[in-house]
């Protein structure tokens, strides 16, 4: 086991009665991008600010290689950040701004023209160090910020919402770069977004936070597969939730009563504290991924399926796959994700022609809803 | 804008005629009077002729009043820079408080506007004179000072006197200057106030989380972008602290003239309107002159952004 790079230990945040970040403890390992994901507001930012050193916790510790950094400031700290706005300077150069970091390790300036040279080819900014800032180009911009903190080499990188301001083509060009800007640095990086996508598209660990609270912290695929909760499973992709209303146990297995799907056998691991024969399930759901469900026209019986017919609502064409609206009664409806093929096939029908969603019982999960 | 005012011209002549006619009756006919009484010679105690002479323009060059220019120019100078100098971490201050706290503390700064300035001067003459308030403060001081060196047994080791001597501020430069900043502060904060506010705070974490010290990032990035502001600041308070009548005339007790009371003597006392006049349109020359400067500075930095853009 190796010692974590970042070790966040109980920290608290508390701006006057509200409090922003509730007694987070948190491991981040040297070399990986790790992500803290979340909705706005939830705390995730004032996490980021605090290990740059703007923010002080109210409650805990932050420890960088072993060592507590709580106390130290920004500027005497080995992490470096990526503002959301870039903060570039607006009135130096774009080799300036790089520089400047250097210019205040009282590098000498040989080296920092070499080392300015070296940072503007790796993030394919050479020859446009003399330029002004206000001559660049948003992707451009964020170029000369992740050079300007990376020059220093630090031991953290920090990034604030990196792809958010940058539009779609753009943003699929600079995700890969970050990655491949971690590898050849091999620098941690820690990002927060508020994009899921984004998170999982660029992490090798994401931390998803909700309230100031820390819900689950994993991998991508784990997140995916294994969420701990509704919230989590909700804002790692999409999911559909149905509330249960009973739980009782049949010869040893749940039995699941939720709201439109009926008495279901589920066999997973028994929640803790559930005992059997006594009515309990309420703040807990049965969650189904819109991936996992099919659809078919005729009655046909798919072994450990389950099926829910419904009529024919829209479909949303997405190129590859189609989105694809079930209508179940006047205010449910399920969605599921459909190939081309498929979908070309249900477009024939017209709308309100009954239809049933299946999905394998064994791909729902039963998680807590989430507390709000 | 001139387009339309072009297409419509008799809209724009109805709502432009007031204001232009104001300007000619108020602005122009008076300044052009001064400017022909200032090529004029006195005929009698109350008739001038315009003659055409420069002999007015001459006299501006004589030492004495060549003086009292070169003090009228130092005190504005020193008073701006000491309102810039008060007035930037105000402003700062003021910038980066809470929302809440903003429009009061603005108007705290705005409300000695809208007392008259002949009150508050002569309030001034309360605190700053002989037997002032400061004065009484210092007076205090000095007793607990001398006090505080009794009991720990220094009194006869002789650093202090043993009697406080009043300090005169009252007709001296400082005293003067003190009154110019008083008033001149509010002007000077305003627009440093308004470049602040708009300057993305991410710029002053980003330079200190490369490694900058608060005095580095001051001056490498607050300053250089706040310089706009501090130009005009500077030419708001300049121009008028150096055309100051009123305070130099009372804080200066008469023994620390500015050119603006030499302006007055000469329509009033030395009833020489045409000296007076050409003197009275130097200031305005050099006021110009400053104007124009920062206008080209900021037409400069125009066209430098437009051509990056």
Redo the contacts between chains.
């Keep these: 086991m190796t010692e974590p790079i970042i070790s966040i230990r109980g920290v608290s945040k508390r701006f006057g009665g509200v409090t922003a970040i509730d007694n987070i403890s948190l491991d981040i390992e040297a070399g990986e991008i790790f992500a803290l994901l979340g909705p706005s507001g939830c705390g995730k930012s004032t996490l980021l600010r605090m290990l740059?050193?703007?923010e002080h916790p109210s409650d805990g510790s932050v420890l960088l290689d072993g060592k507590d950094l709580t106390r130290l400031?920004?500027?005497?700290r080995p992490i470096?950040?990526v503002?959301?706005?870039y903060?570039v300077?607006?009135?130096m150069t774009v080799a300036k701004n790089v520089a400047?970091?250097l210019e205040?390790?009282r590098t000498k300036r040989s080296e920092i023209r070499t080392r300015v040279a070296q940072a503007l080819e790796q993030v394919q900014l050479e020859g446009l160090g003399d330029r002004?800032p206000?001559?660049l180009s948003g992707g451009q911009r964020q170029r000369v910020?992740v050079a300007?903190?990376l020059i220093?080499r630090p031991r953290v990188l920090l990034l604030d919402e990196p792809l958010s301001a940058l539009d779609a083509k753009l943003r699929d060009a600079m995700r890969l770069e970050l990655v491949k800007l971690q590898e050849m640095s091999g620098v941690t990086f820690i990002i927060v977004t508020h994009d899921q996508y984004e998170a999982m598209a660029l992490a090798d660990r994401i931390a998803v936070l909700e309230n100031g609270c820390l819900r689950q912290v994993d991998t991508p695929r784990s997140l995916y597969n294994n969420p701990v909760d509704a919230f989590v499973a909700d804002f790692i992709g999409n999911v559909h939730t149905f509330d249960v209303s009973k739980i009782d146990l049949v010869e040893g297995r749940m039995r699941v009563h939720a709201d439109i799907l009926g008495p279901l056998m589920i066999d997973k691991p028994i929640p803790e504290g559930l005992l059997p024969g006594v009515q309990t399930g309420r703040g807990r759901v049965l969650t189904i991924r819109p991936e996992s469900i099919g659809i078919k026209t005729g009655e046909t019986y798919v072994p450990g399926h389950l099926t829910v017919s419904g009529t024919m609502g829209d479909i949303a064409f997405q190129g590859q796959h189609s989105v694809v609206e079930i209508r179940i009664n006047n205010s449910r409806s399920i969605s599921a994700i459909v190939d081309d093929a498929t979908a070309r096939e249900l477009d024939g029908l017209g709308h309100e022609t009954t239809v049933h969603a299946h999905w394998a019982v064994a791909d729902m999960h039963l998680l807590e809803s989430s507390i709000n | 804008m001139q387009q339309r005012a072009g297409q419509r011209p008799a809209a724009f002549i109805a709502t432009g005629l007031p204001g232009i006619g104001w300007l000619l009756a108020f602005f122009v006919a008076p300044l052009s009077i001064i400017l022909l009484y200032s090529f004029g010679e006195n005929v009698s105690l109350t008739q001038v002729e315009t003659t055409g002479t420069l002999e007015n323009y001459r006299r501006i060059f004589e030492p004495e009043i060549l003086k009292l220019g070169w003090r009228s120019i130092r005190i504005a100078f020193i008073s701006t820079l000491i309102c810039l100098v008060i007035g930037f971490p105000m402003a700062l201050v003021i910038a980066t408080s809470s929302q809440r706290a903003k429009p009061w503390l603005l108007l705290l700064i705005m409300l000695p506007f809208w007392t008259n300035l002949l009150i508050r001067t002569y309030a001034l003459l309360n605190i700053l004179g002989t037997r002032g308030r400061l004065n009484e403060l210092l007076v205090w001081l000095h007793g607990g000072m001398r006090q505080a060196l009794d009991i720990i047994g220094l009194s006869e080791a002789g650093l202090l006197a043993d009697r406080f001597t009043p300090i005169t501020f009252l007709g001296t430069e400082g005293g003067v200057i003190y009154g110019i900043v008083y008033v001149s502060l509010p002007f000077a904060i305003l627009p440093l106030y308004s470049v602040l506010e708009r300057m993305?705070t991410?710029?002053l974490?980003?330079?200190?989380?490369?490694?900058?010290?608060q005095w580095?990032t001051f001056r490498?990035?607050l300053l250089?972008?706040a310089l706009p502001g501090v130009l005009t600041a500077a030419v708001i308070t300049f121009i008028p602290a150096l055309g100051q009548f009123l305070t130099p005339d009372l804080l200066g007790r008469g023994q620390v003239d500015m050119i603006a009371n030499v302006i007055e003597r000469q329509f009033k006392r030395a009833n020489d309107w045409p000296f007076g006049s050409a003197l009275s349109l130097t200031l305005l020359y050099v006021t110009f002159l400053l104007l124009t400067l920062r206008a080209f500075s900021d037409a400069r930095r125009a066209r430098r952004?437009e051509n990056?853009?």
């Design positions: 740059a050193g703007f400031p920004p500027n005497r470096n950040m503002f959301q706005s903060a300077f607006p009135h400047y970091g205040m390790e002004r206000d001559q910020a300007r903190a220093k | 993305d991410s710029l974490e980003a330079s200190i989380d490369l490694g900058a010290g580095t490498r990035v250089p972008l952004t990056r853009g």
